[in-house]
């Protein structure tokens, strides 16, 4: 591996690089940094896989500040949602960090490999309609003060909010995949809110970065404590994610986003069978 | 009476300049610490933990103020670091503060809930 000969600068410099382009992709793409991070870390550099999963959930958290900030000031954001179903992912992501610590790490890779997978087939998923306004609510939605109103084009419109008990359980594992891997697990919180919960679309990818954050920092904790966090892994990584998220969020109305999404998806695919394979001790 | 839009302001807010600041530490931190070591080998392919001193936020804060203790810019390094990761924790607290204050019971005691679960991660 190349990185055996690197000095730490040429590797901060390189490595900062790679998650500016990450962080641009991810913001186009819809994906967070984390799952895209930690592969190139540690199939591109050489990384410790656990060092890679705490630079990776930091800058999680630094995206997930930053781009929640816009939506909550567009009112789109419901924080309510947001908070009674932090109670789940945020446990669950104890839970995750936990389990994550006695593991192997060849087992990690497949595990995350596997969920790499899964999170690609979910963001190919064609996003459905907006739900529609005139639905009764779950009725412990109701009693959970949940359905609220979204700005559109043609004013404030009510939303409803169905099945809380299966999409908060959900949120658990999402929380649970988070801690364990070092993710936002932004795929599967979408999966939650949108088709168990129906809540708007628009709504969910809202409220489900405020989320990602506040589950990031729940295990980040417990990463700290076991020393997966490398500070002078972790800045450059964070930094360079920070600065593209900012620039893909600038070049989203330009850019070519179906094609990228379809270069990029197939890429990811092909990162996360090498993750699985690598965790089996098949290496090329 | 407190509004949800004031809440949601003031959280938007702070989540922005706390993001910038850690940033900018984060930065400045990492030119300080790369011109304190130049040409040291980059260790992250093996794994070996972190100083005893990480695992806590109190000690490695006494750290990061003592010029003259080894790993002391490491230290201040990772203090921007931490102040990125504890913003999500602030978050909730504000938003917390902002239920209590529209007398909202519910979402007070679950952001408290919340607050509680990140605080048992980071001091457990």
Redesign the interface.
């Known amino acids: 591996m190349i990185r055996e000969s690197m000095d730490e600068l040429t590797f901060d410099i390189l490595i900062s690089v790679a998650a500016f382009v990450a962080g641009v992709l991810g913001s186009l793409i819809g994906l967070g940094g984390g799952v895209i991070i930690t592969p190139v870390l540690v199939l591109g550099f050489g990384v410790d896989i656990r060092y890679a999963m705490g630079a990776a959930l930091a800058s999680v958290i630094a995206t997930s500040s930053g781009a929640a900030a816009a939506f909550l000031r567009d009112g789109i954001s419901n924080m309510r949602i947001g908070l009674f179903l932090c109670v789940a992912t945020t446990v669950g992501a104890v839970c995750g960090a936990m389990l994550a610590v006695v593991l192997d790490q060849s087992v990690l890779s497949v595990i995350f490999g596997a969920a790499l997978l899964v999170t690609v087939g979910l963001s190919l998923r064609k996003n459905p309609d907006a739900a529609n306004s005139e639905n009764t609510s779950d009725p412990l939605a109701e009693k959970l003060r949940l359905p609220g109103t979204m700005p559109t084009d043609h004013g404030p419109m009510n939303y409803s909010v169905q099945r809380v008990i299966p999409g908060f359980a959900m949120m658990w594992v999402a929380g649970v995949l988070s801690g364990l891997l070092g993710i936002g697990s932004g795929a599967f919180k979408v999966v939650a809110m949108d088709q168990l919960m129906r809540i708007p679309f628009k709504v969910t990818t809202a409220t489900s970065n405020f989320m990602i954050g506040v589950t990031a920092a729940a295990s980040v904790g417990i990463y700290l404590k076991r020393g997966y966090l490398d500070p002078a892994l972790v800045a450059p990584v964070a930094l360079g994610v920070l600065a593209g998220a900012f620039v893909g969020a600038k070049l989203l109305p330009v850019a070519p986003v179906k094609l990228l999404r379809i270069i990029f998806l197939s890429l990811v695919s092909v990162i996360a069978v090498q993750m699985v394979l690598r965790g089996l001790g098949i290496n090329f | 009476m407190i509004k ?2 004031q ?3 003031g ?3 702070m ?2 300049g ?2 910038l600041i ?2 900018t530490i ?2 400045a ?2 030119i300080w ?2 011109a304190a ?6 260790g ?8 005893k001193y ?2 806590n ?1 109190v000690q490695m804060f006494q750290r990061a103020l003592e010029v003259k203790e080894t790993g002391h810019r ?1 230290s201040f ?2 203090l ?2 931490l102040l ?6 602030l ?2 607290a504000f ?1 917390a503060v902002g239920f209590v204050a529209q007398r909202d019971r ?2 007070a005691g ?2 408290l ?2 607050f509680a ?2 605080v ?5």
Do not use: C
């Open positions: 949800d839009t809440i949601q302001n959280l938007a807010r989540m922005l706390g993001t850690a940033a984060m930065l931190g990492l610490y790369l070591n130049p040409g040291i080998k980059a992250d392919h093996i794994f070996s933990g972190e100083p990480f695992e936020p490491r390094l990772m921007g670091i990125l990761l504890i913003n999500p924790a978050r909730v938003a519910l979402y679950i952001s809930f919340v679960v990140l048992f991660s980071f001091f457990w």
